[in-house]
């Protein structure tokens, strides 16, 4: 969270085009680290009010979270499973398996294509 606020949220609060619009707000699921005084700090710090979302909501208010990315993953999950089950049979006991960053730029091409709105 730390590294995604500096990166990211923080240019993005304080850069001036969003600070000539006053307060930004950064809406949060209830996640232990997203809670801390350090993140809370962080962002009070940064033109950025905080709210964050109850506890079992998080899938009433995320519906792109709950349908297509949920299935995204699942559909990707099954590509990677069919990668181990054939790398298991051409690699020596104990090689790592890791696909290649080509290897994953097709799951997700393949995955994505295959998702029908």
Not at 66 to 78: A, D, P, T
Not at 85 to 114: A, C, F, T, Y
Request: charged share 20%; glycine share 4%; net charge positive.
């Amino acid at each position: 969270m730390i590294i995604f606020l500096q990166k990211i949220w923080i240019p993005f609060a304080t850069s001036p085009e969003v600070k000539a619009c006053g307060l930004c707000l950064l809406l949060m699921d209830s996640f232990s680290s997203h809670m801390t005084k350090t993140i809370k700090k962080m962002l009070s710090d940064c033109n950025t009010i905080t709210e964050f979302v109850p506890k079992g909501y998080t899938a009433k208010l995320q519906v792109m979270d709950v349908g297509l990315n949920r299935l995204f993953k699942l559909r990707y999950e099954i590509e990677f499973h069919q990668y181990i089950r054939v790398m298991v049979h051409r690699l020596s006991p104990g090689e790592p398996i890791r696909p290649s960053r080509q290897d994953v730029s097709k799951w997700v091409m393949k995955v994505w294509h295959n998702i029908k709105p």
